[in-house]
């Protein structure tokens, strides 16, 4: 009886891992209703196929790569927007992990302005840019 009693204690305080993952629909609605679809041309499925890439749709995601830590469902550089004094983003990268996405949205605004578009992401342009898949971001979400 002890034993099945901490069992499940253990099993409420242990969080899986994808707790924070949102579903592919969510993402889409979330993402639209900031306003990214067709912002500065792209449209909502790039953003999609894009956060499904840098994150599997994890906003809480951090990620040390070499030079640079990524954060939220778009893996924004420290480097360059959110951290080391440079902030571009004008927001911590702690920021950038809340699941409402409010200020993620800002700062992705801020950086597809750039010269790069959404080339800035490398992962775009190796799987989303070209891709003739694209409009399957969307399937069956209502929007």
């Known amino acids: 009886m002890k ?7 253990i099993g409420y305080l242990v969080v899986p891992s994808s ?5 592919r629909c969510t ?11 067709y912002y500065e041309g ?7 196929c894009l956060a499904y ?18 954060f939220g469902l ?4 420290d480097t360059e927007w959110c951290g080391h004094g440079k902030k571009r983003c004008h927001v911590s990268c702690s920021a950038l992990l ?8 800002k700062c992705v605004k801020e950086i597809v302005k750039g010269k790069d578009g959404m080339g800035a992401w490398p992962t775009w342009s190796k799987n989303c ?3 003739d898949s694209l409009p399957r971001w969307l399937d069956g979400c209502e929007l």
């Open 42 to 48: 792209y449209s909502l499925e790039n953003w999609v």
């Open 129 to 131: 840019r070209l891709s």
């Open 98 to 105: 809340n699941p409402n996405l409010k200020e993620t949205i």
């Open 19 to 23: 707790a924070s993952v949102l579903g």
């Open 74 to 77: 778009f893996q924004i550089r």
């Open 27 to 37: 993402v889409a609605k979330m993402l639209h209703q900031g306003g990214l679809d």
């Open 3 to 9: 034993a099945s009693v901490v069992l499940s204690l």
């Open 53 to 70: 890439f840098e994150s599997k749709f994890n906003p809480t995601a951090v990620y040390e790569n070499s030079g640079y830590t990524g």
